[in-house]
C-alpha cells in the first residue's frame, strides 16, 4: 500500500512508529505522577461516586489511551508519506524511468496546443501530438535531472525493445535529448503501443512507465485492449498514461463510415455506399465537400478517378450532428474495387479520409432446377440472361440447370449459388426432397413454382409434407383466371412493405402491364401461420395467395403459385420480375437479419455507464430513408443527443422508434479519442491518467488512496478521541475566576 | 479578640440594619417587647374569656358578663415577650474547608456576628455556641452591649480539628437550653441526615423555632477541579486518586441526593432550610433569611 515508504529504513520507521505509541502511555503515566493534594471536606460524596463510576471510567481511559496510540501511529504514517513526497520523486538512486512514446502515423495529427514562449507566456499554436510528447518527455527529464543518478529509457512503439534509448539524467540530459526526439518522427508502419507492449513488456525494467500517445479509439477501444491496459497497470503500478492531444480544432470534420448498403453488389446493378461525416467542432458548417474516387485493383493500381457526380455537398451541417450520404455506385464489372472518400478542405488529416475495397461480383449465380427443353425453363433461362439486338444483358444474374435427377445424384456445393429455383415437375426422387431441405436448412433460399403438367398429390406429398415440407400450404388443381374488364386494376398485389416501394412509381405502371390467366390455389379456408407471410395476391375472387415466403430452419423458401410460362402469365416478361427476384434473394439473404428495425419497433441497446469520468453515451437520430431516390444521392442527418450517466453500472436506453428513429447507434469515429470509460473500466484512474502538459513524476495513485484513507480514519479517530476524552473529562475545563461554575447544578 | 471586628462588615451591617428579624412563632419571654408569645400574661390586647376558678385575681373577673349573664368570668390577655436566639456554629474540621476569601468556619462566624448583632440591637437575647462532635464553648443568651464582642470573641480559639456529630450535639443542646426561642444552626451537615433529623426534632418538641443555614464551599457545590487529583478526607481517613472530571457527575449527584434529603429532614421538621455557599454576599444571604422570617410570622 505504502510503496514509498520501503525507500526509508526500515529501523526509522520502526522507531517513529514506537515513539508514536509510548508518547500518549508516556503522557497518561506522568499525569499519574502530576497529582495534587486537595484536603476535601465532602469525600462521602466523592467516595459515593467513584464507586459508582469505577468500571465504566477504567475502561474509557484505556480506550482513550489506545485510540491516541493510533492517532500516534496514523500521524507517524502520513508524516511518513509526507515527507517522502517532499523528497521529490521519490525514486531511489538509479531509478529507470521508462518511456515508450507511440510514433504511429495518428501522432502527426497537429494540434491546437498551448505552448510556453520565450516570454514566459502561454501561446496557443499547432504542432503534433508527436511534438507535445517530446516537449513533454523533455520537462520530465529536466525534472529528473535535479536528482541524483535518475535514468530515463526512451522507447518507440514502431522499434524493438532493444533499439531503445537510455539517457543519464544530469545537466546535459535535456540537449541530448532534444537532440535525440528531433531526429525521430512518425512511422506509418508503427504498431500500436498495446501490441508493443503485449509482446515486450516483460523486458521493461522495473520502476515507473510513462505511455505517451494519442490514444485513438482504433487502438484503445474495445474488450481486448481493455484487458491488456488492464494487465499493464497490474504489472507496473507506477504508471501513467500521457494523452498527447491538444485542445479540440474548431473546424475539425471526421468521416466516419464509408460502407456499402447491406446487399449485394454485383456488376451492372446499383448499389449504395453510405458516408458519414460528423461535425466535431462547435460551430455550424456549410458547403461541406466530399470527394469520392474509385480504382480498380485487380488491374493493377491505378491513380484514383473522381467518380462521376463527385464532390458530394453537404449543404450544412451544425455542431454534434452526423450527416450519412447515400451515394449510388453501378460497377460495370466484376473485381476488386477501391473507394476513397475525403474531405478536402478540413483542418486534421487524420480523420478526413476513409477507404473500402469492395469485391464486386459478376453475377448472382441462380441454380435452376428442371427438365431441359421444358417452355417454362428456357423461358426463365432467357428472363435472366436476356439477350436484345445480339448482345447479351447483364441483369445481375447467371442460371446453371440441372436436371431433378442430376441434382440428386450431385453432391456439389450450393454455396455460391444466390438461390435455387425448383421448376422441375419430377419429384419421385426422395433424395432430391431431402437434398434441398438440407441446403434450405442451412439457410439457402429455394423458390418453387409447380409446373403446368405437375402431379398435384404429388407436389403437396413431397413438398407440404402435411405442414412439415418446404412448402407451407398445400395447393389444389389449376383453374382460369377471369380477364379483368377495368385498365385501372392490376392483377397483382404487392402485400410485403419491404417489397411494395419497389413498385412503386414507374415500377407500378410496368406491374399494370401484368396479366394472369391461371392459378393454382390454396384450399378454401387455408390461413397462412404467424412465421408464414404472403409477399403477393391476386386480384378478385382469386385474392388469394401468389407468392408465399415461409421459414425453413435458418433459410427461407418461396412459393410462386403459378408456372412462368406464356400459357399461365407474362410476368416473367415484364421488367419488375427479375426486380422482384432480385429483391427476394436480397432480403431473404441470411446475413440479413431478421430484427431489422421498423417504424413503431422498440429500441433497445445497453451502455457501460460510468458516472466518474464524463463519459456519454450518443442517441442517434436517423431521418426517415423513404425519401432516398432510385440512384440518387441523398443525405440524412443524425442528430446526437448526449446522455450523462449518474450511477456505475449498464445502462439501457429505450424508445420507439419513430419515422425519423430507426436505430441506436453508439459508434464513433475510430481515429477520435478512445472513450474514457475503457480506461476506468480497466481500471486506470484519474490521477494515473494525464494530459502532456501536465505529467507528475510520482503517480502515487496506491499510494494517495491509502493516504486518503489513513487521513480519514485519523480524522475520524481524532473525533472519536475528543468525544472520549469529553465523556471521561480528560479535556481541560473552561475556567474562569475561581468559584465559577459549570454545568448546571449550581446553584444561583 | 484581637480581630473580632472583622466578622461584623460594617458595610454589610448598614445596609441590613434597616431590617427586623421576627420570630416565626410566639416565644415565651420575661420582657414585653415586640414580640408576641405563646404565654398568657399581662398585656392590654385581649384574647378570650374562660370561667372562673377559684383562686384567680379577682381583678381579672368580667364583671361586665357576669352582669349580663350572672356567672364568672376571667378575662385573659396576650403579653409580649424577648426572643431567644441561640446560634450554633459547626466548628468541626470540615468546615475548614475553602480556598478563597472565606474558609467554611470563616464565613459562618461572620454570618453568626451580623445575626448576633441584628438581634442585640432590636433588645432581643442572643447566645452562641460551638459545636463539633460536642458542644463547645459558648456564650450564654443574654441582651447587653458587651455580648457582641463576647461572641466574637468566641470564633477566635484555634481552628476546628473534629467530626460533625450533630444528633448528640442537638441532643446535649435541647437538655441545656430551659427557655424556648430561635436556634439557628450554621453547619455543612456533613453528617449522617436521620441522625440530624432526630436532633431537628428533639428542638422542635421542645418548641424551639429551628433555622438551618446549610453553608456550603462553591467547590461542593460544583466540584470543578480538571486536573488529576489526590483527595484527602478532612474528617475521615478516606482517600482517592482520581481525574476528578470523570466523576464529576456521579459526584454531584450524590452532592445534589444529600442536599434534597436534608431539605426534605428540614420540611418534615418543620424547620427553616437556606442552602448558602460562601462566595455569596453576606447581606443578600441575610436579607433573604430576614425576609422569609417576616413573610412566615405574617401568616
Known amino acids: 500500500m505504502f510503496t514509498s515508504l520501503y525507500t526509508v529504513p526500515v529501523s526509522a520507521w520502526a522507531g517513529l512508529v514506537a515513539v508514536a505509541l509510548a508518547v500518549p502511555i508516556l503522557i497518561h503515566l506522568i499525569n499519574l505522577l502530576r497529582y495534587r493534594k486537595v484536603q476535601w471536606a465532602a469525600m462521602e460524596f466523592l467516595i459515593k461516586g467513584h464507586r459508582k463510576k469505577k468500571k465504566r471510567v477504567w475502561w474509557t481511559q484505556l480506550s482513550l489511551i489506545a485510540c491516541r496510540c493510533l492517532v500516534g501511529l496514523l500521524a507517524v504514517l502520513l508524516f511518513g508519506r509526507v515527507s517522502c513526497r517532499q523528497e521529490a520523486g521519490l525514486y531511489p538512486s538509479g531509478t529507470s524511468h521508462f518511456v515508450l512514446l507511440d510514433d504511429s502515423y495518428s501522432m502527426g495529427e497537429e494540434v491546437l496546443a498551448q505552448v510556453q514562449t520565450l516570454t514566459s507566456q502561454r501561446d496557443l499554436r499547432k504542432q503534433s501530438c508527436f511534438e507535445n510528447a517530446s516537449q513533454s518527455i523533455l520537462g520530465l527529464a529536466e525534472k529528473l535531472a535535479q536528482w541524483p543518478d535518475q535514468r530515463m529509457v526512451i522507447a518507440l512503439s514502431s522499434r524493438p525493445f532493444d533499439q531503445a534509448k537510455t539517457f543519464e539524467c544530469n545537466s546535459s540530459v535535456v540537449e541530448r535529448m532534444k537532440e535525440f526526439l528531433g531526429s525521430q518522427g512518425v512511422s506509418e508502419m508503427s504498431a500500436s503501443p498495446l501490441q508493443w507492449m503485449e509482446q515486450q513488456l516483460d523486458r521493461v525494467p522495473a520502476g515507473p512507465f510513462y505511455l505517451f500517445s494519442d490514444f485513438r479509439a482504433v487502438d484503445f477501444d474495445g474488450e481486448g485492449a481493455r484487458a491488456k491496459l488492464k494487465k499493464l497497470r497490474q504489472e507496473k503500478p507506477d504508471l501513467q498514461l500521457v494523452v498527447c492531444t491538444g485542445m479540440p480544432e474548431t473546424d475539425n470534420l471526421s468521416l466516419n463510415a464509408l460502407e456499402p448498403e447491406n446487399g449485394l453488389v454485383s456488376a451492372g446493378v446499383p448499389f449504395y455506399m453510405t458516408l458519414k461525416v460528423e461535425n466535431r467542432s462547435a460551430e455550424t458548417r456549410r458547403n461541406i465537400e466530399i470527394g469520392v474516387r474509385t480504382a480498380r485493383l485487380d488491374s493493377g493500381v491505378q491513380e484514383l478517378e473522381f467518380l462521376e457526380g463527385s464532390p458530394a455537398m453537404i449543404p450544412e451541417l451544425e455542431a454534434g450532428e452526423t450527416a450519412t450520404l447515400q451515394l449510388p455506385f453501378v460497377v460495370p464489372a466484376a473485381g476488386e474495387i477501391l473507394y476513397e472518400a475525403s474531405l478536402d478542405h478540413d483542418s486534421l488529416p487524420v480523420d478526413n479520409v476513409a477507404h473500402r475495397i469492395l469485391e464486386v461480383q459478376l453475377t448472382n449465380r441462380l441454380l435452376l432446377i428442371g427438365d ?134 414507374e415500377t407500378a405502371k410496368l406491374l399494370s402491364d401484368v396479366r394472369f390467366y391461371r392459378k393454382f390455389f390454396p384450399p378454401r379456408g387455408w390461413k397462412a401461420a404467424g412465421d408464414v407471410k404472403i409477399l403477393a395476391s391476386l386480384r378478385g375472387r382469386a385474392r388469394t395467395p401468389l407468392i408465399i415466403q415461409s421459414p425453413f430452419g435458418r433459410g427461407k423458401v418461396v412459393t410462386l403459385l403459378s408456372p412462368f410460362d406464356n400459357q399461365w402469365n407474362n410476368w416473367a416478361r415484364n421488367p419488375t420480375f427479375v426486380v422482384l427476384v432480385y429483391q427476394l434473394i436480397f432480403l431473404n439473404r441470411k446475413w440479413i437479419s431478421d430484427n431489422e428495425l421498423r417504424v413503431g419497433d422498440r429500441l433497445q441497446e445497453s451502455t457501460v455507464a460510468i458516472p466518474k469520468s464524463s463519459s456519454m453515451s450518443r442517441l442517434l437520430v436517423r431521418s426517415s430513408s423513404s425519401s432516398v431516390g432510385v440512384q440518387k444521392t441523398s443525405v440524412s442527418v443524425e442528430k446526437r443527443e448526449e446522455f450523462v450517466f449518474r450511477r456505475k453500472g449498464v445502462c439501457q436506453l429505450t424508445g420507439l422508434a419513430r419515422p425519423f428513429v430507426v436505430g441506436l447507434d453508439f459508434r464513433d469515429s475510430q481515429m477520435s479519442p478512445a472513450a474514457v470509460e475503457q480506461f476506468a473500466l480497466a481500471g486506470i484512474s484519474d490521477r494515473q491518467m494525464v494530459s502532456w502538459g501536465e505529467v507528475k513524476m510520482d503517480t502515487g495513485s496506491p499510494v494517495d488512496r491509502g493516504e486518503n484513507g489513513v487521513l480519514l480514519t485519523l480524522l475520524l479517530l481524532l473525533f472519536f478521541e475528543q468525544w472520549l476524552a469529553r465523556r471521561v473529562g480528560f479535556q481541560s475545563v473552561a475556567k474562569t475566576a475561581r468559584g465559577t461554575t459549570r454545568g448546571s447544578e449550581g446553584i444561583s | 479578640m484581637k480581630d473580632s471586628k472583622k466578622y461584623f462588615h460594617p ?89 478563597g476569601t472565606f474558609d467554611k468556619f470563616e464565613y459562618a462566624a461572620t454570618l453568626a456576628c451580623c445575626l448576633a448583632y441584628l438581634v442585640n440591637r432590636q433588645k432581643d437575647n442572643v447566645g452562641c455556641t460551638l459545636f463539633d462532635s460536642t458542644l463547645g464553648n459558648g456564650v450564654e443568651c443574654k441582651n447587653r452591649s458587651s455580648q457582641l464582642e463576647a461572641i466574637a470573641a468566641l470564633f477566635d480559639r484555634p481552628s476546628p480539628d473534629s467530626k460533625t456529630s450533630l444528633s448528640s450535639v442537638l441532643n446535649v443542646f435541647s437538655n441545656r437550653s430551659l427557655q424556648r426561642g430561635l436556634v439557628v444552626l450554621i453547619s455543612d451537615f456533613f453528617d449522617q441526615v436521620d441522625e440530624v433529623q432526630k436532633g431537628l426534632q428533639l428542638l422542635r418538641q421542645q418548641g424551639h423555632d429551628v433555622l438551618l443555614i446549610h453553608l456550603l464551599d462553591r467547590d461542593e457545590v460544583d466540584f470543578p477541579f480538571d486536573r488529576p487529583t489526590h483527595f484527602e478526607g478532612m474528617e475521615t481517613p478516606d482517600q482517592l486518586r482520581c481525574h476528578p472530571q470523570a466523576y464529576r457527575d456521579s459526584y454531584l449527584e450524590a452532592m445534589n441526593d444529600f442536599r434534597q434529603e436534608l431539605r426534605r429532614a428540614s420540611s418534615a421538621t418543620a424547620c427553616d432550610y437556606e442552602l448558602c455557599t460562601t462566595d455569596m454576599a453576606f447581606n443578600t444571604v441575610l436579607s433573604r433569611l430576614i425576609h422569609r422570617r417576616k413573610g412566615q410570622a405574617g401568616r
Request: aromatic content about 10%; proline content about 3%.
Open chain 2, 11 to 99: 458595610e454589610t451591617i448598614r445596609k441590613i440594619s434597616r431590617l427586623e428579624l421576627r420570630s416565626r412563632y410566639l416565644v415565651e419571654g420575661l420582657l414585653s417587647g415586640m414580640h408576641r408569645s405563646p404565654f398568657f400574661g399581662q398585656s392590654i390586647e385581649f384574647r378570650q374569656h374562660r370561667d372562673y376558678v377559684q383562686g384567680d385575681d379577682l381583678r381579672h373577673v368580667d364583671w361586665k358578663v357576669w352582669a349580663r349573664q350572672d356567672r364568672f368570668y376571667v378575662k385573659q390577655f396576650e403579653a409580649d415577650t424577648n426572643l431567644n436566639c441561640h446560634l450554633l456554629v459547626d466548628c468541626s474540621n470540615s468546615m475548614a474547608y475553602g480556598v
Open chain 1, 372 to 505: 431441359k427443353g421444358r417452355d417454362a425453363v428456357s423461358y426463365l433461362q432467357w428472363v435472366f440472361q436476356p439477350e436484345i439486338r445480339g448482345s447479351a444483358v447483364n441483369t445481375g444474374f447467371q442460371t446453371d440447370l440441372v436436371t431433378a435427377n442430376e441434382f440428386a445424384m450431385a453432391d456439389d456445393e450450393l454455396g455460391n449459388y444466390a438461390a435455387v429455383y425448383l421448376l422441375s415437375d419430377d419429384l419421385a426422387d426422395p433424395r432430391l426432397i431431402q437434398r434441398l431441405e438440407d441446403y434450405v436448412q442451412q439457410g439457402g433460399l429455394l423458390f418453387v413454382s409447380p409446373g403446368g403438367f405437375a402431379d398435384i398429390e404429388r407436389f403437396n406429398r413431397r413438398l407440404h409434407k402435411g405442414g412439415q415440407g418446404l412448402v407451407p400450404c398445400p395447393i389444389e388443381a389449376a383453374t382460369l383466371i377471369s380477364e379483368r374488364t377495368g385498365n385501372t386494376e392490376t392483377d397483382i398485389s404487392i402485400l410485403a412493405e419491404n417489397l411494395a416501394r419497389f413498385f412503386e412509381g
